[in-house]
């Protein structure tokens, strides 16, 4: 017998079905979903600042308020470009409903981002933090701290290297030396300008500057003016143009090299850029250093560097974060790179809780580490006599202090040598000292990082120190 097919069923669909109560946004959105949240945020934020970059007069403009919630929505769900967002008001009802179905064009979306709002975002994001903290997301307690290298919009093949741009304008100036010598001989022959100067006034002993260019330019259109010959008159011309030539290349060394300031050169599409090793340990690419701190995985500070070295950077990350944050944090959790004596030292300044490592730190946990008697860290040091012992029992007395500077930073250290009384016959010699034979063991001590170093060490070895440095890896990374 045959089976009897039973007939589908379909839900009503009609596209063109009208609604005698048509539903509201509102009632589309969950009482919990994240736009709802950043609504709230702003709703309760002091945006005065903002309203004042506002004039009176003229046509009406999209309020501020609507195009903060726009962007910062945008941001929280990934969307980033002006055009995104502004198709996001057409088609996604969370932007219809946080915009009231107003529809800002790009245009508009990106002039209030780079004008009028980046005139105010610290004083926002301070609003931001302190909504935050009555809401009790966070605390302002503990600041984990990190940094990350992001590429730049910029081509990587129009990088302009500083050390390039210093040879070539100094193969520039040495062609214009040598343009000098002829022109002095030019003027010679002629015996107008010059009289009994010698060749080497304006030859290779001279600096080679756009006032000295500027001169011999001078004296050579003299010299087509006065020149009795055609000889020396096609001379003057063809001496100038070719040192016109050089002259516009040095003036363009010479802005590449300012352009490039400290750095080690910087993109022709983005001069903010600075060439930088990428994460991967491979490429090199135009890029920024970002440098950032969290609370409860919510960003409390954040700085954009030139520089790839985070410890370095560390003070001016600070220096913009504090103007950023409604109160200055209680403790900084960072890894072994922020470890220097310049940063714990302006922790110290700042009273704020050292919870920073330093590079050696974890390698000195190392149990091989623990137990070789002839690392520095592990000689015996007398406060009295102020000497340290050596594993033959040794003297080590002071033999010489003096400041060593930091290349970047200029930040002079203290340094201390120590030195054996005598290393002659130690039984330990090829394995204490790494130096030629005969030269007795010293040692280089920086006391001030050491307190600091011990002062890390003690705060990230207690209950609570370890929670945090432990808590450090799932909270900015």
Not at 40 to 57: K, N, R, S, T
Not at 200 to 206: A, P, R, V
Not at 250 to 257: C, D, H
Request: aromatic content about 8%.
């Amino acid at each position: 017998m045959a089976k009897v097919r039973t007939k589908a069923i379909f839900k009503t669909y009609n596209q063109q079905q009208a609604l005698l109560l048509p539903p509201t946004l509102d009632e589309l959105i969950s009482s919990t979903h994240l736009v709802r949240v950043v609504n709230q945020v702003v709703e309760e934020m002091d945006i005065a600042p903002l309203i004042e970059q506002y004039q009176g007069g003229g046509t009406s403009s999209y309020h501020p308020r609507m195009l903060l919630k726009v962007l910062l929505y945008g941001y929280c769900v990934k969307i980033y470009t002006g055009r995104k967002i502004a198709r996001a008001l057409t088609q996604d009802i969370n932007f219809m409903w946080l915009s009231g179905m107003s529809r800002p064009d790009f245009r508009t979306i990106n002039s209030f981002r780079s004008s009028r709002a980046k005139e105010v975002i610290e004083e926002l994001f301070k609003e931001l933090l302190l909504f935050l903290m009555r809401e009790q997301y966070i605390r302002m307690e503990n600041y984990f701290c990190d940094g990350s290298t992001f590429m730049a919009d910029g081509n990587k093949h129009k990088m302009v290297w500083k050390k390039n741009a210093l040879r070539y304008k100094e193969a520039a100036e040495k062609r214009c030396g040598q343009l000098f010598r002829e022109i002095d001989e030019l003027n010679r022959q002629e015996d107008k300008q010059y009289g009994a100067n010698d060749l080497e006034e304006k030859g290779e002993q001279s600096a080679i500057t756009s006032e000295v260019i500027s001169q011999q330019v001078k004296s050579l259109n003299q010299t087509i003016i006065t020149a009795t010959g055609k000889q020396q008159k096609r001379k003057a011309e063809s001496l100038k143009k070719k040192l016109e030539k050089e002259s516009h290349k040095i003036s363009g060394y010479e802005r590449q090299i300012e352009k490039a300031g400290n750095r080690s050169g910087f993109n022709k599409t983005d001069e903010d850029a600075t060439a930088m090793l990428m994460k991967n340990k491979v490429e090199v690419l135009p890029a920024y250093n970002v440098l950032g701190g969290c609370e409860g995985q919510f960003i409390t500070g954040v700085s954009v560097h030139q520089n790839t070295n985070d410890a370095t950077c560390f003070a001016e990350h600070l220096e913009q974060v504090w103007k950023q944050q409604p109160k200055q944090v209680e403790k900084i959790i960072a890894d072994s790179i922020f470890g220097t004596e310049q940063n714990y030292e302006l922790l110290e300044k700042k009273n704020i809780g050292n919870l920073m490592k330093y590079p050696q730190y974890h390698s000195e946990n190392k149990k091989k580490n623990k137990e070789n008697p002839f690392i520095r860290e592990n000689f015996a040091y007398d406060n009295q006599s102020d000497t340290y012992t050596c594993p033959n029992n040794q003297q080590l007395i002071l033999k010489s202090t003096s400041k060593q500077a930091h290349k970047k930073t200029g930040y002079e250290s203290n340094i201390k040598i120590y030195q054996c009384t005598n290393c002659s016959n130690c039984p330990f010699y090829e394995q204490c000292c790494k130096s030629e034979k005969g030269n007795n063991r010293t040692i280089s001590i920086n006391e001030k990082l050491d307190r600091y170093k011990q002062q890390a060490r003690q705060n990230l070895e207690t209950e609570e120190g370890e929670k945090l440095r432990k808590s450090r890896g799932t909270e900015i990374e």
